[in-house]
Structures are given as C-alpha cells and as structure tokens.
C-alpha cells in the first residue's frame, strides 16, 4: 500500500513545475508487526527536527495507529476523517514535540480497508499540497 501511495505521490511531483521544493521522503516498513516501525521513524524524524529540518511524520498503520499515543498527543481528526469527512490533510496535522509535525493515523477504520484504491487516490491529491512545506516526510 505504501508502495503504492508513493508512487502516486511521484508521479504528482514529476508533474508539477520545475524548481518546485520537494520533501525526502522515507518509508519505514515491515511485514511484520512489533519490530519497532514506530519508534524507528519517531526518533528519526525527532533527529532530522533537532538538525533544523522541517519533518512530517506519518502513522500510515491504518490498523492500529499508536504514533500520536507514543508521543503523548490527543488529536481530533486522522486519516480516516480525510477519506470519510473530506476534511482536507493540512487539517489533522498536528504539532508534536520539538515542533515536529504528525499526522495521525486512525486504528481500525473498516471503511480505510475497504476502499484501499480511493484511499490511496486521495492521500496523493492530498499530499500534492503539503509536500512541498517539508524538507522530510517519513
């Protein structure tokens, strides 16, 4: 899936002006649950932030989403309420320690895994017009 969303994410960015600032982006990912996805991508994106660097982290784990927990952050809006609310990204990012921003996953929406291909349609539209405010997106 996260494949998938990236490559969207690149092909949106390929098409957009020259010259245009673009975010790095960095996936960490497992087949498996419980090797730390989380905390690997948290303290990086805390380094990249503590080296003057404008960093988004994402909780792509639409099924069980804990980044936000981790970080002790209450959030009002996850990626679900994109999908299902048309709220726009930009809205449910939200500010974490050291400035660094999140945005926050939801934990078991049926409705997220059940409309996979419009989800990820949608999180590149979405990220078309916040990639370019970030020197990193992991």
């Not at 497992?30 to 988004?56: E, P, W």
């Amino acid at each position: 899936m996260l494949t998938e969303l990236g490559n969207n994410i690149a092909m949106k960015r390929d098409s957009a002006k020259d010259g245009a600032k673009s975010a790095e982006m960095i996936a960490v990912t497992s087949g498996k649950g419980g090797v730390d996805k989380s905390s690997i991508s948290t303290n990086m994106a805390l380094l990249f932030q503590q080296m003057r660097k404008k960093v988004l982290l994402i909780d792509a784990d639409i099924h069980l989403g804990n980044i936000a927990l981790m970080l002790g952050l209450r959030t009002e809006h996850t990626l679900a309420d994109v999908l299902n609310d048309g709220v726009q990204l930009s809205d449910i990012i939200v500010q974490g320690p050291g400035h660094l921003d999140v945005l926050p996953a939801s934990s078991a929406s049926s409705k997220l895994l059940e409309m996979e291909d419009v989800f990820l349609k949608k999180m590149a539209q979405e990220f078309s017009q916040v990639d370019n405010r970030y020197d990193y997106i992991i």
